[in-house]
T-cell receptor, first 115, second 116 residues
Framework: EAGVTQFPSHSVIEKGQTVTLRCDPI?????LYWYRRVMGKEIKFLLH????????ESGMPNNRFLAERTGGTYSTLKVQPAELEDSGVYFC?????????????FGPGTRLTVL | GNSVTQMEGPVTLSEEAFLTINCTYT??????LFWYVQYPGEGLQLLLK?????DKGSNKGFEATYRKETTSFHLEKGSVQVSDSAVYFC???????????????FGTGTRLQVTL
């Protein structure tokens, strides 16, 4: 079974540019999450999709961030325009259900550097 | 709200030494607790988990026991190896009013370096 995949693995852009990150969850997983780790700090929740619907987007930092999950399969996270403080590692995770014992499986992350 | 506090790193140990990484939490309700590990150049992997009080999660020689009375979930390993060098994250998943699990709340991570 393929795991969660993310693309690209690294992205270096200049302030003001746009970047789009992609996440492909494990097949059959309805729940998809985005998290972010800013340099040396804790991993923080951004948002949660159930299929194509946004279940919880309380962690999205501002309106420069736009997440979509058309068709309930892969998801994209767009940052437009990017700012210096957006640099960090963006993780995607998926889970099959929302039970207390269910595990979120993480992708390898996308390292974003904004210059 | 929910929060996780874990010991600051880096932790440097010699091979075969005993490892403890402390983790305490604050949560409403009855959370599930996790340890994730990130090896160099890789993504986050679930190391172990526990979903109720006094449960012990274990994997690859690592153990952690869910202690409700002390709100702790300390990670231990009796004899570390060089290959255990990684960043370890303690996390919790709260319980929503709907009875379903909420998003994960992570600690800051503890870097472990094991030397020969």
């Amino acid at each position: 079974e393929a795991g969660v995949t993310q693309f690209p693995s690294h992205s270096v852009i200049e302030k003001g540019q746009t970047v789009t990150l992609r996440c492909d969850p494990i097949s059959g997983h309805d729940n998809l999450y985005w998290y972010r780790r800013v340099m040396g700090k804790e991993i923080k929740f951004l948002l949660h999709f159930v299929k194509e619907s946004k279940q919880d987007e309380s962690g999205m930092p501002n309106n420069r961030f736009l997440a979509e999950r058309t068709g309930g399969t892969y998801s994209t996270l767009k940052v437009q325009p990017a700012e210096l403080e957006d640099s960090g590692v963006y993780f995607c995770a998926s889970s099959q259900n929302l039970g207390r014992t269910d595990t979120q499986y993480f992708g390898p992350g996308t390292r974003l550097t904004v210059l | 709200g929910n929060s996780v506090t874990q010991m600051e790193g880096p932790v440097t140990l010699s091979e075969e030494a005993f490892l403890t990484i402390n983790c305490t939490y604050t949560a409403t309700g009855y959370p599930s607790l996790f340890w994730y590990v990130q090896y160099p150049g890789e993504g986050l992997q679930l190391l172990l988990k526990a979903t109720k009080a006094d449960d012990k999660g274990s994997n690859k020689g690592f153990e952690a026991t869910y202690r409700k009375e002390t709100t702790s979930f300390h990670l231990e390993k009796g004899s570390v190896q060089v290959s255990d060098s990684a960043v370890y994250f303690c996390a919790l998943s709260g319980l929503l009013n709907t009875g379903t699990a909420s998003k994960l709340t992570f600690g800051t991570g503890t870097r472990l370096q094991v030397t020969l």
